[in-house]
C-alpha cells in the first residue's frame, strides 16, 4: 500500500462527528479516491510485467523478445518477461546462468565445463529428476534462448539422498602374546653364525 492509501485509511473525523451519516460520507470519500487513485494510476501499473494487462504482457513480451511456450503458466510468463533484460546480461556466464534458473524459480543449478571424458564443447547441466520433469520446457527455452553460442548443453540428473551416521566407541584392550616353538632359538642362531662365517 503507498503513501496515499495509507493517509487515506488513516483518516479519521473527530470523535462527536464518527457516528451516523458523517461516519458513512467519510467511508464513501475515502472508497471514491481510492478508486479514482487506481483510474489514475493504471497506465503506469501496465508498464510493470508482474501486474499489467495480459494484451499489454504480449506487447511487452515481444518488445523483449520473450515467447511463451505451450503450456507456461501466466505467472511464469510474467516472471520471464519482467527479467528479460537482467537474463539477457547475465547469460554469458556460469554463476549468471545458475542465477538466471534462481530467478525463474527452477531451484540449485550446477554447471560443469570442460569436463574429462567428454567433448570440450558439452556443458553438463546437472538438476534433480523433480526439476527437470516439472519444467522441462523451461529449462529448454532457457538454454534456447540464453545458452553459449557453438555449445552443447547435456543434463545430468543429481539425487540427493539423506543418511544418518552414527558414531561411537569401542574401548577394549589388545594384547598380543607371542608363542615361541621350542629348539627355534638354536636353529636360529646357528643360521646366523652360518651367515657371518660364509
Known amino acids: 500500500m503507498n503513501d496515499f492509501l495509507k493517509k487515506l485509511a488513516g ?20 472508497t471514491f479516491w481510492a478508486e479514482v487513485y487506481s483510474w489514475i494510476t493504471w497506465p503506469l501499473r501496465q508498464f510493470d510485467p508482474l501486474t499489467c494487462n495480459e494484451t499489454i504482457l504480449g506487447l511487452i513480451a515481444w518488445d523483449r523478445d520473450i515467447s511463451r511456450f505451450n503450456g507456461e503458466p501466466l505467472k511464469l510468463f510474467r516472471r520471464r518477461v519482467a ?3 537482467v537474463n ?10 545458475i542465477n538466471i534458473f534462481d530467478r525463474l524459480g527452477i531451484g540449485y543449478v550446477e554447471l560443469l565445463e ?9 556443458i553438463l547441466v546437472r538438476v534433480t529428476d523433480s526439476q527437470i520433469s516439472d519444467n522441462t520446457q523451461l529449462m529448454i527455452q532457457i538454454i ?7 555449445r ?3 543434463f545430468e540428473v543429481i539425487t540427493s539422498e539423506t543418511l544418518a551416521i552414527r558414531a561411537g566407541w569401542e574401548q577394549g584392550e589388545y594384547v598380543v602374546y607371542p608363542a615361541r616353538i621350542a629348539g627355534t632359538e638354536t636353529s636360529s642362531a646357528t643360521f646366523s ?3 657371518q662365517g660364509e
Do not use: H, N
Not at 461516519?23 to 475515502?30: P, V
Not at 570442460?114 to 558439452?122: A, E, F, H, K, T
Not at 534456447?144 to 557453438?150: A, K
Open 114 to 122: 570442460r569436463q574429462p571424458g567428454i567433448d570440450w564443447d558439452v
Open 88 to 97: 539477457a546480461a547475465d547469460a554469458g556466464s556460469v554463476q549468471g546462468f
Open 193 to 195: 653364525a652360518r651367515l
Open 144 to 150: 534456447r534462448q540464453y545458452g553459449r553460442t557453438c
Open 11 to 30: 483518516m479519521m473525523l473527530p470523535s462527536w462527528m464518527d457516528q451516523g451519516e458523517p461516519q458513512k460520507l467519510l467511508k464513501a470519500a475515502q
Open 83 to 85: 527479467y528479460a533484460f
Open 152 to 154: 552443447r548443453y547435456q
